[in-house]
């Protein structure tokens, strides 16, 4: 009886790990960072994913970007990324995601290794910041866009978010033991990434108003990215998250607030109204998306606005400047977020 008890119990122990493992094979490593439970940390399963965090973390500190480490990593990227000494990036929630991780396993488990990881990790952070305050793509720099001062995909705003709850002790990284030096440094990094973002919102006609995806780090000029990813105003994505991170400032000056209003005055103003994301079959059997026009449809916003005419814009990878979401390519039409509702929760 005994013995049938002990593998009753094994067996409901193994199908327990077997679905937990499954979870894992079908979850994002972001979402492990930020939505699992605290008690979930304490879990052999979450030590095996930090135990991969750990060993791909790059000598400077960084990690590279779009990895499962649940899954165990792409090894050809990891061996590049050493071989050439350039991959570590913010791009994609990269680094800011594992520091995530890093910090919750060691407030569960008290293992020291996780928590030198998590330093090393904000030292990297630190060493990549422009003196002007802004944060590059990818550190060590390359060559091309990638040396732009990057608010596409919140990278910069992801940093200045861990910086900002270091520098100013917030209760979620008490336990890290960390010392007066360190939170100064961090304080300083997140208040140059202020200034940074304040001289890089575009005037037009001598008024604020939006952010792009990328700056120039030295002008502080809007810039392009990609052949898609042009100069432009900024609708749905990073100048939202950028006023999201103005309006958690709890002492605002009143450059932040002019800043806010300005961006919220701009996005009202710029709204796409009676329209609708229609999802539909075209003519080659494929899902498809257009615009179609519709009477009292919630508001939306483009990812591109045309610097000069402030219109929206929609581009293929040959650069074409397009005002018609139809007439770009299928590939790029469905590979990537042209519109948006998203703005519109902010502003209510």
């Known amino acids: 009886m005994i013995v049938l008890q002990f593998l009753l119990i094994a067996t409901l122990s193994l199908s327990t790990l077997s679905t937990q493992a499954q979870d894992l094979r079908h979850s994002r490593f972001h979402d ?104 590059p793509q990818f550190y060590p720099l390359r060559e091309g866009y990638y040396s732009h001062i990057t608010f596409n995909d919140g990278a910069m705003v992801n940093v200045m978010y861990l910086m900002k709850g270091i520098g100013k002790n917030q209760p979620k990284y008490a336990g890290l033991e960390l010392d007066d030096e360190l939170r100064s440094r961090c304080l300083d990094a997140y208040l140059r990434g202020l200034e940074c973002i304040l001289k890089c919102q575009i005037e037009k006609k001598g008024k604020p108003t939006v952010w792009c995806q990328q700056h120039d780090e030295v002008t502080f ?64 059997g494929q899902p498809d998306i257009r615009l179609k026009k519709k009477k009292g449809a919630q508001l939306l916003w483009a990812r591109f606005y045309d610097l000069q005419s402030e219109k929206p814009f929609y581009c293929g990878r040959d650069g074409v400047v397009q005002d018609d979401l139809s007439k770009i390519s299928y590939e790029r039409r469905m590979g990537y977020s042209w519109i948006s509702d998203s703005p519109g929760k902010l502003l209510r």
């Open 221 to 284: 000029a809007p810039v392009g990215g990609r052949a898609y990813e042009l100069p432009s105003l900024s609708g749905a994505g990073e100048t939202e998250g950028i006023i999201r991170l103005l309006l958690d400032e709890e002492t605002p000056s009143e450059a932040i607030t002019n800043a806010i209003h300005s961006a919220k005055e701009w996005l009202e103003k710029h709204a796409i109204k009676n329209t609708i994301v229609e999802h539909f079959t075209n003519k080659d």
């Open 32 to 135: 492990l960072a930020y939505k699992q439970s605290d008690a979930w940390f304490e879990d052999e399963l979450a030590t095996q994913v930090a135990d991969s965090v750990l060993r791909y973390q790059q000598a400077n500190g960084g990690w590279p970007k779009n990895q499962q480490w649940q899954l165990g990593a792409d090894q050809s990227a990891i061996a590049e990324c050493r071989t050439s000494g350039i991959g570590t990036t913010i791009d994609n929630g990269a680094t800011t995601d594992e520091l995530e991780f890093l910090r919750r396993i060691y407030l569960a488990t008290g293992n020291r290794a996780y928590r030198h990881a998590f330093m090393r990790g904000v030292f990297f952070l630190l060493n990549a910041q422009y003196d002007n305050g802004g944060w």
